[in-house]
């Protein structure tokens, strides 16, 4: 069973919502209420399919994003 994680604009930042209940916390920035929810699942040793609200009031799939590696070397 897939568990979502659907990350939402609040009237102070934006939240998370994880299969229905939303996380306590409010978050100034996407990006911060969507590292809190992989942190959360991490916790909780679940996988998830992370979903954003877009403009027109659907639950959008976010994709995994990489981060640049630092450099290698000395």
């Not at 919502?17 to 978050?27: Q, W």
């Not at 992370?50 to 009031?57: D, E, P, T």
Request: charged share 20%; aromatic share 10%.
């Amino acid at each position: 069973m897939k568990t979502f994680c659907d990350i939402v604009p609040r009237w102070n930042g934006w939240t998370y919502v994880l299969d229905g209940v939303e996380a306590e916390s409010s978050f100034h920035t996407y990006e911060l209420a969507l590292e809190a929810a992989k942190s959360q699942l991490a916790r909780e040793s679940r996988l998830s399919a992370f979903r954003r609200l877009g403009l027109n009031g659907d639950l959008l799939p976010v994709l995994p994003t990489v981060l640049p590696q630092a450099p290698a070397g000395g």
